[in-house]
């Protein structure tokens, strides 16, 4: 892989692994983010970039697969919509404070890697997903990519 890896943080009552797979080709926005943090690493995101999809609030917490970003960080259209949950009042069409990118499904893993089991493996004890648990979008280098990857 010679991409950059991120993960994403998704509740899969709301939006899971097999929704993103539903969407086909044509991906789906990744919204919702409202953290600064986040939001900065979204636009850092490259195209073709691997993405780990990560259900959260759930009864066992997990990497369950992947995408790849097929679109870049652009304007968050839902900050400016007053019906959408998301809606910013702060934000407008000068200046949009958030950001979306477009992810599509790759690949559903056999065997999900259970945040329990992450944490038990020394040389991922310095990942976001650890160390800032309640951040929804997070990089992982290449080297906890490799070694998430063999556990699934």
């Known amino acids: 892989m010679n991409r950059q890896c991120w993960l994403l943080k998704t509740e899969p009552n709301e939006f899971s692994i097999d929704d993103l797979k539903a969407k086909g080709n044509k991906g789906e926005p990744w919204d919702g983010i409202r953290n600064y943090q ?3 690493f979204l636009r850092e995101m490259a ?4 993405v780990l999809i990560y259900h959260s609030a759930c009864a066992i917490p997990a990497i369950v697969g992947e995408g ?19 809606f ?39 990942m976001k997903l650890v160390k800032q648990s309640r951040l929804s979008v997070s990089p992982v280098s290449i080297e906890e990519y490799e070694i998430i990857a063999s556990l699934r």
């Open 38 to 40: 986040a939001r900065n």
């Open 47 to 50: 195209l073709g970039d691997t």
């Open 68 to 86: 790849k970003i097929i679109k870049t960080a652009y304007d968050d259209y839902n900050a400016l919509d007053v019906n959408s949950k998301y």
């Open 88 to 126: 910013d009042v702060k934000s407008s069409s000068e200046n949009n404070r958030w950001s979306l990118v477009d992810v599509s499904f790759v690949e559903k893993w056999s065997k999900p890697v259970t945040l329990a089991l992450i944490k038990t493996i020394a040389e991922l004890t310095e």
